[in-house]
């Protein structure tokens, strides 16, 4: 049994590495004409420099998984600018897929909790589709389209489950077929449990991102051990390993919050049922120390017995 390890967006580890430098559409639209377009160019470039840098740092300690920020490009999506990002970075978009590429990153992206499917508003579900547009469009330019993965939760249940539940099949008919197979639905902490989703994705053939911190939040009827199989098997038809979101609780009277870094023994129940099943899977860190929580996880899972550390983010447990 094999554990990759990642984390999302921007190493802790780096001095002034954010990918996720904004302007806001008030501050835009208050600039001369001529000046709103180089400042898209220079915070794009900013962005896109250090996603570069990241990837690097991933390659450099050896970590195999790494979420992109859904925030690379500014105003991308709203609908008094909507810009072509494509064009002026083409050569670097195809930079940083190559880097993709040559080292084997598994890499994705994860729309905010604005993206919904739900909803029983014509204008929302449209602009879902305009935002898993855009997602997929800087996969395109990187030319890995069919190796990210994009990844979303349910939504909203407005009242009532089952009815969203049915709203959230009819809507999802509106997303280009393209962007469907690179889809993942993820459980809440809120809303829809493990069981929930793990149904829909059977319905509509995406892999099931499993959140174990959520599922502890929002348990439903059916045991780990029973649902963890069934997870697993929506990733078959993609040919990809499990992929599992990782954190802990910040505190009792915090539990949805995440905590800077990863409990080792609130993931022990977790590790056990992977380690039984002989399942190779991969952890995405979604502490708020991010890199620096990922790094130390790797360190405390290395120190169970039986467990070895075969690279800078990755483990074996025979």
Known sequence: MKIRFGYVSQSMSLWDASPSKTVTYTR?????????????????????????????YNIGHQIGLYRFSSS????????????????????????????????RLRVSFHPNQFTLFTSPRDDVTKNAV????????????????????????????YGNKEESLKRFRVNLKSLPLDIKKIMTLENDDKTYTTDETLNICQLEGVANIF?????????????????LPEVFSTWEQRNLIPKIHISSPKSPSAF???????DVEFLQPLLEILHSMKQDVDFMIEAKMKDLAMLKLVEDISKIR?????????????
């Open 28 to 56: 835009f639209s208050q600039l001369p004409a001529d000046d709103r377009m180089e400042k898209l160019l220079t915070v794009t470039e900013a962005n896109l420099t250090n996603t570069e840098r990241m990837l690097h």
């Open 72 to 103: 690379i490009v500014p105003l991308a999506t709203h609908p008094e600018v909507r810009w072509d990002f494509v064009s002026p970075f083409r050569d670097r978009w195809r930079g940083i897929g190559e880097l993709v590429k040559e080292h």
């Open 130 to 157: 305009i935002d898993m547009e855009y997602h997929y469009r800087m996969l395109e330019a990187m030319g890995i389209e069919k190796e990210g993965l994009i990844n979303i939760h349910i939504g909203g249940a």
């Open 211 to 227: 959140d174990y911190h959520h599922h502890m939040a929002n348990q439903g009827e059916a045991a780990l051990e029973q649902l």
């Open 256 to 262: 949805r919050s995440h905590a800077d870094y990863v």
């Open 306 to 318: 039986g467990v070895k550390r075969i690279s800078g983010g990755a483990v074996e447990w025979k």
